[in-house]
Every structure is written in C-alpha cells, then in structure tokens.
C-alpha cells in the first residue's frame, strides 16, 4: 500500500515553530523527490519547500526562505518540514507529496496548521 502520512500541525501562537512529518511507505523512498505544499482558505496550492531525491537539492518559496527548512531521513523514510517564526498567513492545510522522474507521484492527506494568538 503506497501511503504518505502527514502529522505535526496543530495550533501555535505567532513566532512559535512546529515541526512537520511526513512518513512514506509502500515505494522506493530514496529514489523520489519530496516537496511540501500549502493550501490556504480561498487561495490556491502554493509550492513551500522541495528537496531532491539524493537530498541535496533545496529550494523555497519567497515567503519562507530563511524559516522553514525542509529535510529527509533515508532511514525512516521520512521527510521533515521545520518552521520557524510562524506568522498568521502561514496558516493553511500542509500537505506531503513524492515524485519519481517522469508522471508518476504521491499525495498525502494534509495536516492543518493554524497561527493564531
């Protein structure tokens, strides 16, 4: 069964941090790329953070270089998203997905994350 598990959302205060995890299963971890992707309410899904499949290639949106770090854990076939100095707009459904070469990919279901005092 091919699944990816996201988990670690929840609510925090302005300039607090929380720590994504998005757990793989069912296909060759290593040999896919991951990314992290967010969809707030009223506006399209928006690309966060992606990382290459031998991990060292990373790259950010704008609105999060410098607070969110995006890594991956051949071993526990996991990847990470790190967020840092959280703000109200940050707020929205997170959601995991893996890509090999070519059409073939994955999505997980999501995980909320609300920032909110």
């Known amino acids: 069964q091919v699944q990816l598990v996201e988990s670690g959302g929840g609510l925090v205060q302005p300039g607090g941090s929380l720590r994504l995890s998005c757990a793989a299963s069912g296909f060759t971890f290593s040999t896919y790329a991951m990314s992290w992707y967010r969809q707030a309410p009223g506006k399209e899904r928006e690309s966060v953070a992606h990382i290459g499949a031998f991990g060292k290639f990373t790259n950010y949106a704008d609105s999060v270089k410098g607070r969110f770090t995006i890594s991956r854990d051949p071993a526990k076939t996991t990847a990470y998203l790190q967020m840092n100095s959280l703000k109200p707009e940050d707020t929205a459904v997170y959601l995991c997905?893996?890509?090999?070469?070519?059409?073939?990919?994955?999505w997980g279901k999501g995980t909320l994350v609300t920032v909110s005092s």
């Open positions: 997905r893996a890509a090999a070469p070519g059409p073939a990919y994955y």
